[in-house]
T-cell receptor
Framework: NAGVTQTPKFQVLKTGQSMTLQCAQD?????MSWYRQDPGMGLRLIHY???????DQGEVPNGYNVSRSTTEDFPLRLLSAAPSQTSVYFC??????????????FGPGTRLTVL | AQKVTQAQTEISVVEKEDVTLDCVYE???????LFWYKQPPSGELVFLIR??????QNEISGRYSWNFQKSTSSFNFTITASQVVDSAVYFC????????????FGTGTQLKVEL
């Protein structure tokens, strides 16, 4: 298993540009999520999905869209990039959020800079 | 609302010293889950441990040990005989019930182990 994969690893955008951060997992996990990591703030949840076709907002959803058309993929779209979206983005997945043994595993991250 | 506090922003120790990373949490859920993740300089997030609220047994894994105390809402992490490879940022996280399996992270503790 490749686990959770993210592409690209690094990206530089100009203000106003759009882009999609890719996330895929090959573990047949139901739950997938996106977090952003900013200095001194830990990780904060952007959006999450409990299964194909189902998504919901997290703590900091503004400026981001997601969709979940397959179990494996959970792309994060920046519609119009802003400097405030400069961050490191992590995708995570887990088998089932209803399980007491559930643990989220994280991808390697995407470092995004918006100029 | 859930909250995780890691009051120690940065800790420096000399190799072979023992070090304890503190984690204090707040939640109204009666069932919840606590986690520790390690983020080495390479940037990925590595899962270390999950503890369920109904299991207060402490755990030891090699040089790592965790002390869970519900009475003080703490889940502290001790590294015995620290090594340079332990240098990383360590995050404590909390997951309650409901809320889409959201992990609430602390702000992390930077551990530097020097020769």
């Amino acid at each position: 298993n490749a686990g959770v994969t993210q592409t690209p690893k690094f990206q530089v955008l100009k203000t106003g540009q759009s882009m999609t951060l890719q996330c895929a997992q090959d573990m047949n996990h139901e739950y997938m999520s996106w977090y952003r990591q900013d200095p001194g703030m830990g990780l904060r949840l952007i959006h999450y999905s409990v299964g194909a076709g189902i998504t919901d907002q997290g703590e900091v959803p503004n400026g981001y869209n997601v969709s979940r058309s397959t179990t494996e993929d959970f792309p994060l779209r920046l519609l119009s990039a802003a400097p405030s979206q400069t961050s490191v983005y992590f995708c995570a997945s887990s088998y089932s959020p209803d399980s007491s043994t559930d643990t989220q595993y994280f991808g390697p991250g995407t470092r995004l800079t918006v100029l | 609302a859930q909250k995780v506090t890691q009051a120690q922003t940065e800790i420096s120790v000399v190799e072979k010293e023992d070090v304890t990373l503190d984690c204090v949490y707040e939640t109204r859920d009666t069932t919840y889950y606590l986690f520790w993740y390690k983020q080495p300089p390479s940037g990925e997030l590595v899962f270390l441990i999950r503890r369920n609220s109904f299991d207060e047994q402490n755990e030891i894994s090699g040089r790592y040990s965790w002390n869970f105390q519900k009475s003080t809402s703490s889940f502290n992490f001790t590294i015995t005989a620290s090594q340079v490879v332990d240098s990383a940022v360590y995050f404590c996280a909390l997951r309650g019930t409901g809320g889409g399996n959201k992990l609430t992270f602390g702000t992390g503790t930077q551990l530097k182990v020097e020769l």
